[in-house]
């Protein structure tokens, strides 16, 4: 009686939220439960239909993903919240009671669910059906929730987190195509191709298809003594063993209640899983034979670590000696608790200047370590933080040497930005900080206080690592570290070469295929690689890699080889990364070393030690031992230091240093202010007063980071040295590292390969980033130019929240604005669509001009003809990497304009070393290398021969050509 009486009021509520479809109050929400993002949500919305239907037409996403159902039958699924789909319907629809139900899926940060279903009648009458409240959401799946009546005890309304057209979504079902048709931006044409094996002498076969319905799909693979398989679902359907040979694979369910498991390895008789948010907890677990009868029945938590949807608890990593786990996981999975760290603890944020939460909200929430390894023994009874700073890093896999690599992901929705970071291989050393923090707020490389990568892969969805010892391979192969590329269907065998006490890597295509959803691998006992595909729900099967070439596959040498003696000593160093006896005289020799791993690891011994046991002694005078003195002194210190740090650092910043030292400078500035509190006025003015001259920098780190630290001192000038750059362009696009062969194995690199060809100048978009802070040194004119800056943008193309990233900046720049008339103005002249040429230059003649060494313009002569409209692009190609500018003067006026340029002392920089006199007609700024800048110029009406010249300092007297008008 329950059931029926809520069956007839949810439908008399229900039949209220469907309208004609002209109705206006009829639009679609974006819907969810509660205000937290959980990963599952079940959706269930039932409806009367009176007579027959003429079509039925669904549009709907989710934000990430959904599994849709009419009347329990499954209708379709997504996981690209970004290409809505357009379902009909309408052989589907019932006279009477119809129900649709939808299970939604969120892997992180915002969430939501939209829909629109228009139902036409045959008697030609239309309704609306929208996602909305009246929608009825749950956590658990019911065994009703397919049905047209529910029990209303565990069902609430869902909740509404906007309507259709709300950022940051937009009015995305407008876009909704029908399922395998094209929903988004063009993507280049995808290529179909059988998983292959590319070095010569490899054999790939397909070992076993995984039946999807009573076994899952596959995403972690261990194997045993014996050589039989373990594979688990990334689901419900449980742990599964597969023993090779004979007639055919043997596949046999364990009964263990194990699921969700994203990584396993076996060792000493039991098998270790990384449980994500299944049973029978989520962290590492141990499942053994309780009852002698070869089958894995009981499991143990060792300890628990919180899940996280695909950003949760990962790989499961064998030491190599045998003692310890390492157990690798992703950004959203808060680490255990653990018993001692390598990495202080006391991190942060560490933003000098407030940061921009991504544009659609992806870990807003996710704060520093983020991704991490801890280590552990076999029974999981001490833990130790290893490393952190990682996005999603899946897997990590030693090398011959016993070292540890990990395979992070990128956040494809930051391309085009400039704190966009590709997946890349990170050598995982102790202690290791690898500096990824939420929105902006990423670590650039040059930072000191985090490790570089090996090797910046370029786009992908990380999975499984897997070393290649063990595998009865050619010593080349042996060698290798294999790392699972999932979206683009690529394993690359990544080829170490030592680098000081680190490596740097060549990555070489091993298996691809298009698709083949790449998941986890292990090197068998009997010296063959065996791989899975699958994950999300796709088709899984297993794979087989062995030689069959002539080459000699006897167990490679594991001999130290090149940088043995770094690495020792870098080891050595390791071993202090805890409070102990004689630490501080271990490590103070090597603060300045050459090598910036070893560096690394002796900063990090002075960071585990008392502060006072360190913090006065004296440094002598390599300015690299000071410096990473200085930088632990930042992060381990007091207020109480701040003075004698600052005092230290201007002087290092005064003397002769590197490009290097003085970037490692500028970031302990930025700390020291961060965790010690703002330095007083007059400390921050004497700074100022040291780096404005430095800025702009040919080096476009050293821009970067004077731009941004000058502007946190609120140094006035910066607003007008830095605008010029809003109109450099790059000359060479280097977001986008892949080949189009590549992008072309998945619908994904749709988004890349647009972003390639369309230059999104992340740079410029950086300088508008730090300048929406600045409230000093604006005029009219520089603002006018700042905000018309915003109406190009909208040009540029990038990943899904690069837009977003820029209209957010332009609010909050907007914001700063103190009159209320003249923000109005510049409100509009932002929103409006920019001319990229002026009126009038439409049809100009493009003249380019580049640099050749010794400062020289490439060409000694420009001829125009009187009144021509010109535009001139010059390009500072300059291989010495100085910067220049290209000014047309009066002729036989070089000798006044050289000298007036250098008249202008200090303030010359912030005027582009363009002074102000009747003999310049015409300039760009000053260009930095590696950009163009286009200057639209009418040629005089006058005939004569004029001058183009670089009116930087030392270069006007050399750096000369004709500029003849006829």
């Given amino acids: 009686m329950k059931r029926y009486i809520f069956s007839i009021l949810s439908l008399l509520s229900l039949v209220a939220g469907i309208s004609p479809a002209n109705e206006p109050t009829a639009v679609p929400k974006w819907i969810w439960i509660g205000k937290e993002n959980p990963n599952t949500v079940y959706f269930h919305r039932q409806w009367t239909q009176r007579g027959a239907a003429k079509s039925a037409i669904l549009k709907i996403t989710c934000d990430n993903s959904y599994e849709g159902y009419l009347n329990g039958k499954k209708f379709g699924s997504s996981t690209a919240w970004e290409k809505p789909t357009r379902y009909d319907l309408t052989k589907h629809v019932s006279n009477g009671d119809n129900v649709i139900s939808i299970k939604a899926g969120n892997a992180g940060g915002i969430a939501g669910l939209i829909a629109e279903l228009v139902v036409t009648n045959k008697d030609g009458t239309t309704q609306r059906l929208v996602s909305d409240a009246s929608w009825m959401a749950n956590l658990n799946q019911t065994e009703d929730w397919l049905a047209p009546s529910i029990e209303p005890a565990s069902w609430t309304a869902a909740s509404v987190r906007g309507k259709l057209g709300d950022g940051p979504w937009g009015n995305i079902l407008a876009r909704a195509a029908a399922p395998g048709q094209n929903q988004a931006q063009p993507q280049p044409q995808t290529i179909s191709a059988e998983a292959k094996v590319h070095p010569g002498g490899f054999t790939l076969e397909k070992v076993y298809t995984v039946d999807k319905s009573t076994q899952g799909s596959w995403v972690s693979m261990g194997v045993d003594d014996k050589g039989r398989l373990y594979c688990c679902d990334q689901q419900d359907k449980g742990l599964f063993r597969i023993t090779l040979g004979g007639e055919g694979p043997k596949v046999e369910k364990m009964p ?29 677990v141990r499942v053994t034979d309780s009852d002698g009868d ?32 390492y157990l690798v996981a992703g950004n959203y999975s808060k680490r255990p608790e653990v018993e001692t760290s390598r990495v202080p603890t006391n991190y942060g944020e560490d933003q000098l200047l407030p940061a921009m939460m991504d544009a659609r909200g992806h870990a807003k929430s996710i704060k520093a370590p983020g991704g991490w390894i801890a280590r552990t023994d076999l029974d999981g009874k001490k833990w130790e933080l ?74 992908g969805s990380p999975t499984g690592v897997v070393s ?25 065998a990544l080829h170490q070469k030592a680098n000081g006490s680190s490596y740097s890597l060549e990555k070489e295509e091993f298996v691809t295929g298009a698709p083949l959803y790449l998941t986890d691998g292990v090197i068998s006992p009997d010296g063959n690689m065996y791989f899975a595909e699958g994950g999300r729900g796709n088709n ?147 700074l100022s007063q040291i780096l404005s001259p430095l800025y702009p920098n040919s080096d476009p780190r050293l821009n970067r980071e004077l731009c941004y630290t000058l502007t946190a001192l609120d140094a006035p000038e910066v607003v007008a040295k830095t605008i010029p750059m809003l109109n450099q362009e790059a000359i060479a696009n280097n977001t986008v590292k892949a080949s189009d062969e590549l992008l072309k194995r998945h ?62 900046i332009r609010k909050e720049a907007l914001a700063k604005v103190p009159d209320e008339s003249q923000r ?108 163009k800048y286009t200057l639209y110029y009418t040629a005089p009406a006058e005939s004569g021969d004029y001058i183009f010249i670089c009116t930087y300092p030392g270069h006007g007297m050399v750096m000369q050509g004709t500029f003849s008008i006829r």
């Fill in 747 to 808: 619908r994904m690199g749709g988004t890349f390969a647009q972003s390639k060809t369309s230059n999104p100048q992340s740079e410029q978009l950086w300088y508008a980033y730090v300048l929406r802070n600045m409230t000093k040194g604006w005029t009219d004119e520089l603002r006018r130019e700042y905000f018309t800056w915003f109406a190009k943008a909208q040009n540029l193309k990038g990943g899904a929240s690069f837009q977003g990233f820029i209209e957010n």
């Fill in 386 to 459: 290893v490393a952190a700073g990682f996005r999603n890093e899946y897997d990590a896999a030693f090398n011959a040497h016993g070292e540890l690599f990990a395979y992070d992901s990128d956040m494809e929705w930051d391309l085009g930005t400039p704190w966009y970071r590709p997946t890349r291989i990170y050598h995982v050393t102790s202690g290791a900080e690898f500096g990824w923090r939420t929105g902006s707020g990423k670590f650039p490389t040059w930072h000191p206080d985090v490790l570089p990568p090996a090797l910046d892969v370029g786009p």
């Fill in 468 to 492: 290649g010892l063990g595998a009865k391979f050619p010593a080349k192969y042996q060698n290798a570290i294999y790392a699972f590329d999932w979206t683009y269907g690529t394993m690359y």
């Fill in 256 to 284: 263990v209640e194990l699921t969700h498991a994203q990584g396993l390895l076996w060792h000493r008789g039991a098998l270790y899983a990384g449980v994500n948010g299944g049973k029978p907890a989520s962290g590492l």
């Fill in 540 to 686: 899984s099967a297993i794979y087989r890699v062995s030689y069959t070439g002539s080459e000699s596959t006897a167990p490679a040498s594991a001999a130290a080889g090149d940088g043995a003696e770094l690495r020792t000593l870098r080891h050595e160093l390791e071993s202090y990364h805890m409070q102990k006896a004689g630490a501080v005289d271990a490590a103070w020799p090597h603060l300045g070393h050459s090598d910036r791993f070893v560096r690394y690891a002796a900063r990090l011994v002075l960071e585990h030690q008392p502060v006072d046991s360190w913090a006065q002694r004296a440094t002598g005078r390599d300015a690299s031992a000071t410096l990473s003195v200085l930088l632990a002194l930042a992060r381990q210190g007091g207020p109480e230091h701040q003075s004698a740090l600052l005092l230290r650092l201007n002087r290092i910043l005064q003397a002769s240093t590197t490009a290097e030292q003085k970037l490692e400078a500028l970031r302990i500035y930025g700390l020291s202010a961060i965790r010690m509190g703002q330095p007083p006025a007059d400390a921050k003015e004497a």
């Fill in 824 to 931: 109005a103005q510049l409100t509009e002249l932002s929103k409006q669509a920019a001319r990229l040429v002026p009126e009038g230059f439409e049809d100009a003649r493009v003249i380019k001009v580049g640099v050749l060494p010794g400062l020289k313009f490439n060409t000694d002569k420009i001829e125009a003809k009187t009144g021509e409209k010109l535009a001139i692009e010059f390009i500072n190609d300059d291989p010495t990497g100085m910067m220049h500018n290209l000014a047309v003067i009066a002729p036989g006026s070089a000798q006044t304009v050289v000298a007036a340029a250098i008249g202008m002392g200090a303030e010359g920089m912030a005027k582009n070393y363009i002074p102000e006199i009747p003999e310049m007609l015409a300039s760009t700024p000053q260009i930095s290398p590696g950009k």
């Fill in 294 to 325: 070869d089958l894995l029945d009981k499991a143990e938590v060792l300890r628990q670590a919180g899940p996280g949807g695909e950003h949760g608890i990962h790989g499961v990593v064998l030491s190599p000696d045998g003692e310890s786990i």
